[in-house]
């Protein structure tokens, strides 16, 4: 249930960031998760400069599509001919690599919350999602979910067309990201830690590929880790220097 607006504070030396309205891919019309990575890949493309993908929680798991829709959807060339990647590196944050089992199970319950979304009371849909174990911790810099009740279409739609359970499993094909990749996890987040330690473990790839637990957060890392912007500070300068 996040905005752009969450990423105001965020701040890393020698870089701009630009926030991206997720929902706004949503607004008109369905999208799935590889169409959303093309789409934001011709956008990414478009932009000159150095380009650092950073994703979290769902946000994370559209950028893993983002980053491996180049498979399919070719980088440009430059005037010589040679492949020109369109993100120089990636941060992945409190992210699923997708489910092995379970699929049809999650979809219903995506549908239940979707429903929620779109014609429940706000207020209430709002404060169950908080309610969730997983969220529970103390961020800070939080934008007022209230706020994107006007956008509650796209919301539910989310809930349908980026389901956790129309996702494919994603946790082979991690090593197929050739550019430097920091997958972040919140040390008190048990369960996306051990996603993410499955997701190293299972590599067989030399790509260039990091795990960072990030100490005393939950789920919600960059709010919950003050250290969080210094993380991928450090990160960029090692890997792009």
């Known amino acids: 249930m996040g905005t752009a607006e969450d990423w105001r504070g965020l701040a890393v030396p020698g870089w701009a960031v630009k926030r991206v309205d997720l929902w706004r891919f949503l607004d008109c019309c369905p999208l799935s998760l590889a169409e959303f ?3 934001l890949n011709r956008e990414a493309a478009a932009t000159e400069g150095r380009k650092v993908l950073l994703g979290y929680s ?3 798991r559209l950028a893993l599509h983002a980053l491996l829709e180049l498979e399919r959807d070719a980088p440009p060339t430059d005037w010589s001919g040679t492949l020109q990647p369109r993100w120089d590196a990636a941060v992945v944050v409190s992210a699923h690599p997708g489910l092995d089992e379970g699929r049809e199970a999650r979809r219903a319950t995506d549908a239940e919350w979707a429903a929620m979304a779109l014609k429940g009371d706000w207020g209430e849909f709002l404060a169950k999602w908080e309610g969730q174990s997983v969220l529970s911790g103390a961020a800070k810099g939080l934008g007022d979910r209230r706020n994107l009740e006007p956008r509650r279409q796209a919301v ?5 067309d980026w389901s956790l359970g129309v996702q494919e499993a994603l946790t082979d094909r991690v090593e ?3 550019c430097p990749l920091l997958w ?3 040390e ?3 369960k996306f830690r051990e996603l993410a330690e499955r997701v190293e473990r299972g590599r067989n790839a030399p790509s260039p ?3 960072r637990v990030a100490p005393g957060a939950g789920h919600r890392v960059p709010w919950e880790c003050d250290e969080f912007p210094a993380m991928i500070g450090e990160f960029l300068e090692r890997s792009l220097s």
Not at 156 to 160: K, P, Q, T, V
């Open 37 to 39: 990575g093309a789409a």
């Open 58 to 60: 769902m946000g994370g």
């Open 156 to 160: 539910a739609r989310s809930f349908m």
């Open 176 to 178: 197929e990201i050739d």
């Open 184 to 186: 972040v996890a919140g």
């Open 188 to 190: 008190r987040d048990a």
């Open 209 to 211: 590929f990091e795990l």
